[in-house]
């Protein structure tokens, strides 16, 4: 969540320098007999300073967090730019109002401080977290509480709530010579659209209406010839809520990050894997990366793990859990012949409204042998240390997802979401850390655990 900046506006007091208050004092040579003339003292009173000039001595950060408190609380309807404006001024007084307060233009502390709280729980309140979406690396705002549902490949993502009444899409393609205009026109053409709202800018593109009997936003941007959309859909009965989150997605809205390297998102404090259980001893192999950095590790259902050894050159952890009973070890031995997949694993709670089950999705390579190889499509978040079968139920390695690298030529070919670790590749890990593996069973659905990661 975005934390609110500490952003106070008050009327700034303008300082008369030299003697302040003009005073003078013009008292003449002192004749005899004759009484000393005194010269009224007259204040000059200093000009009145304008909400606009108050807005523009803050900081961009200052104005950013106030615009950003005034679209959350629904006062404030343009570009959080942090740029002066009318439209901003405009907003303040009429927060102003709403409170029965004077509409001065500008916050006193008590009235600035009550406005950033409003926005903070307006924003727990939908769950907003920006986050880099791995497959396409574009950051976005997402109102998590309300569209908890996730499910991603490589042409993008998309969030929706469990009845369907709001749903955020972000989607990547080609397209020849792209111009703004131009793609402003393609997204007018779905059936059932009426726009009613249009931005076209050289970098980027709005559009807003209905669509059938829901109300749409589309923004977009391209580089080179890839374009990245994001679109919301909601019911209109939804309007009062999801306005203000819209106007706040929008402008968080990042379709090609900045940077050397975009690269992978930040950490997650809690993030979730697939473990897979290869000895009745409680013996597992999952992803490294998932589990880099935990202060604590979790199998549900049969309580913490440590881990024991890590394979840098190939993403593969070793974890163990103590005093289990009832493990399904997976049959790891065996050679896979065929280059197409089953991916067992269990998905991140959030692509399946909350749930813990375990799923299979088609995945294949390009070819078998050594070293680990280019895996498509991805599957979603929560795969990472899954398992991958062939279609006689032969294991032929591990799946683990990877950062995304979006900087570097705008043509260049996108770089592999997922990648394969070989079977013979996990079995000499296993080896090399005394792991003897004791599974005959090809059900993956049984062998395979959530792991959870718990990070600072």
């Known amino acids: 969540m975005r934390s609110v900046l500490s952003a106070t506006l008050m009327a700034a007091s303008i300082t008369v320098t030299g003697m302040g208050m ?3 004092q013009m008292t003449p040579p002192s ?19 304008k909400p606009e000039d108050t807005a523009g001595a803050m900081t961009q950060a200052e104005r950013l967090s106030l615009q950003s408190d ?8 343009g570009a959080i730019t942090g740029d002066v404006s009318e439209r901003m001024v405009n907003a303040i007084k009429e927060y102003q109002k709403t409170k029965g307060g004077k509409p001065t233009g500008v916050l006193n502390p008590q009235e600035r401080a009550a406005l950033a709280d409003t926005a903070r729980r307006k924003q727990e309140g939908v769950g907003w977290r920006i986050v880099t979406e791995p497959a396409t690396g574009a950051r976005l705002g997402i109102p998590t509480k309300l569209v908890p549902q996730l499910t991603s490949d490589a042409a ?15 989607s990547r393609r080609k397209e020849v010579n792209p111009t703004s205009a131009k793609l402003a026109d393609l997204e007018k053409e779905p059936s059932g659209r009426k726009v009613d709202y249009t931005v076209v800018k050289p970098d980027f593109f709005v559009l807003s209406g209905l669509q059938g009997l829901k109300k749409f936003y589309v923004r977009g941007a391209f580089k080179g010839d890839e374009v990245r ?5 909601y019911d209109q009965a939804m309007q009062t809520t999801i306005e203000p989150v819209v106007i706040a997605m929008s402008s968080a809205f990042n379709a090609f990050p900045s940077g050397p390297q975009a690269g992978p998102p930040p950490r997650k404090t809690v993030e979730y894997g697939t473990g897979i259980v290869v000895s009745d001893d409680g013996a597992i192999v999952t992803d490294r990366v998932a589990t880099d950095d935990c202060i604590a590790l979790t199998i549900p259902g049969y309580g913490n793990a440590d881990r024991i050894a890590d394979d840098k050159d190939h993403d593969l952890a070793l974890l163990r859990i103590y005093g289990a009973r009832g493990l399904k070890p997976l049959n790891i031995a065996g050679q896979a012949t065929q280059t197409a997949f089953d991916i067992t694993g269990i998905a991140d709670p959030q692509s399946q409204g909350g749930g ?12 078998t042998g050594g070293g680990d190889q280019a895996l498509s499509p991805a599957p979603a978040l929560g795969f990472s240390g899954a398992a991958a079968l062939d279609g006689g139920g032969r294991f032929a390695g591990i799946a683990v997802l990877k ?13 592999a979401q997922a990648a394969l670790v070989p079977a013979d590749t996990v079995r000499s890990f296993l080896k090399a850390h005394g792991v003897t593996a004791s599974g005959d069973s090809a059900d993956a659905m049984a062998a395979v655990v959530r792991v959870i990661c718990v990070r600072k």
């Open 356 to 367: 813990a089950a375990a799923s299979s999705v088609k995945a294949s390579v390009a070819q």
């Open 70 to 77: 005034l679209a959350w609380v629904g006062q404030y309807n």
């Open 229 to 233: 959309t994001m679109t919301i859909v």
């Open 22 to 24: 003009a005073e003078a």
């Open 156 to 170: 993008g993502a998309k969030w929706t709530s469990p009845t369907g009444t709001v749903q955020v899409l972000l």
């Open 31 to 49: 004749t005899a007999g004759a009484k000393p003339k005194t010269v009224t003292t007259v204040p000059i009173r200093p000009a009145l300073q």
């Open 403 to 415: 950062p995304v690298i979006v900087a570097g030529p705008a043509n260049a070919a996108p770089p």
